[in-house]
């Protein structure tokens, strides 16, 4: 693309990469994690990691603030005066998950890991996408490192069945009809938070 210059060449070379990444999941050919690494690349790819982190540090306490239910808060500072062991388990990325759980004071995060090359994001995921089967794994590896601990877990979506079905005390929040529809054939409760 001689005469345009290098961030326009950069975009649109994004938006086929992109583009070409979603034709693909849509035909099977690929899976959500390529498809996140996909979309990562498309738009940060090169960012710097001063760049990230000042935009982590803008948009953490704005989600916080405004983003997180009152009930959810109420629930993560119970575990705390009962002394539990706080684990945040997400399928985003470490670009902003691990200052999530520093503001909420989680003791440990799980997310799924992107690459850099020296201090420029690569966009490459270093783990698989922590979700569905993935963070059920994860989950049973925690269940391996802290054995006899009754085990709470909470999820959104009904790909959060895979390990919700595992903890002890499992919560489905605010999730779809079809999400509700197969916690209950699980036995798996439900709740709306506010």
Same mark, same amino acid.
């Given at each position: 693309?001689?005469? !345009?210059?290098?961030?326009?060449?950069?975009?649109?070379?994004?938006?086929?990469?992109?583009?070409?990444?979603?034709?693909?999941?849509?035909?099977?050919?690929?899976?959500?994690? @390529?498809?996140?690494?996909?979309?990562?690349?498309?738009?940060?790819?090169?960012? #710097?990691?001063?760049?990230?982190?000042?935009?982590?540090?803008?948009?953490?306490?704005?989600?916080?603030?405004?983003?997180?239910?009152?009930?959810?808060?109420?629930?993560?500072? @119970?575990?705390?005066?009962?002394?539990? *062991?706080?684990?945040?388990?997400?399928?985003?990325?470490?670009? !902003?998950?691990?200052?999530?759980? #520093? *503001?909420?004071?989680?003791?440990? &995060?799980?997310?799924?890991? &992107?690459?850099?090359?020296?201090?420029?994001?690569?966009?490459?995921?270093?783990?698989?996408?922590?979700?569905?089967? @993935?963070?059920?794994?994860?989950?049973?590896?925690?269940?391996?490192? !802290?054995?006899?601990?009754?085990?709470?877990?909470?999820?959104?979506?009904?790909?959060?069945?895979?390990?919700? *079905?595992?903890?002890? *005390?499992?919560?489905?929040?605010?999730?779809?009809?079809?999400?509700?529809?197969?916690?209950?054939?699980?036995? &798996?409760?439900? #709740? #709306?938070?506010?």
């Amino acid at each position: 693309m001689l005469g !345009y210059p290098a961030s326009l060449v950069r975009k649109v070379r994004g938006l086929a990469l992109f583009t070409g990444s979603v034709a693909l999941f849509v035909l099977g050919r690929i899976g959500r994690g @390529e498809l996140k690494s996909a979309f990562i690349r498309s738009v940060l790819s090169g960012a #710097t990691r001063s760049r990230i982190d000042s935009w982590t540090a803008r948009f953490v306490p704005r989600l916080l603030d405004r983003g997180v239910f009152a009930d959810a808060i109420s629930r993560i500072a @119970e575990h705390k005066r009962e002394g539990a *062991r706080l684990v945040l388990m997400s399928a985003s990325t470490d670009l !902003y998950v691990p200052a999530i759980g #520093t *503001r909420l004071g989680f003791d440990e &995060v799980i997310c799924t890991g &992107v690459s850099w090359n020296g201090d420029r994001l690569d966009g490459h995921l270093t783990t698989a996408n922590r979700r569905g089967a @993935e963070k059920a794994r994860c989950f049973e590896e925690l269940r391996k490192q !802290y054995p006899g601990v009754i085990t709470a877990a909470y999820g959104n979506a009904g790909s959060d069945l895979e390990h919700l *079905r595992l903890a002890d *005390r499992p919560l489905l929040v605010n999730g779809s009809a079809s999400a509700r529809g197969a916690a209950a054939q699980l036995g &798996v409760p439900c #709740t #709306t938070w506010r």
